[in-house]
Nanobody, 124 residues
Framework: QVQLVESGGGSVQAGGSLRLSCAAS????????MGWFRQAPGKGREGVAG????????YYADSVKGRFTISRDNAKNTLYLQMNSLKPEDTAMYYC?????????????????WGQGTQVTVSS
């Protein structure tokens, strides 16, 4: 069964932190690639971070590098996104995604499965 459920979004002031969680079914969690995307109103879906299973290679968008950390908890089948030093431009709906294939982590079309999203709002 395919399932991705995000949580942890909310409203914070600039400079604050949030940790997003993505609880996955065992099947989905074992897919080749998992990632976090975000979509602000009127904009396209942007890859934030991706992690490949196996080697555990991790990648970040330049806009979040040094501030966000993607990680996995294999015992809980959960993907995380720790977000520090948040900025107003980080405001968006954040989505967790998983892919059967080892495609380009930043390309939304490479992912087969998506969660429903969790809203992050950062005020100045």
């Amino acid at each position: 069964q395919v399932q991705l459920v995000e949580s942890g979004g909310g409203s914070v002031q600039a400079g604050g932190s949030l940790r997003l969680s993505c609880a996955a079914s065992a099947y989905t969690y074992r897919r080749s690639l998992m990632g976090w995307f975000r979509q602000a109103p009127g904009k396209g879906r942007e890859g934030v971070a991706g992690i490949y299973t196996g080697a555990g290679s991790i990648y970040y968008a330049d806009s979040v590098k040094g501030r966000f950390t993607i990680s996995r908890d294999n015992a809980k089948n959960t993907l995380y996104l720790q977000m520090n030093s948040l900025k107003p431009e980080d405001t968006a709906m954040y989505y967790c995604a998983a892919s059967e294939y080892r495609g380009s982590w930043f390309f939304a079309g490479a992912y087969n499965y998506w969660g429903q999203g969790t809203q992050v709002t950062v005020s100045s």
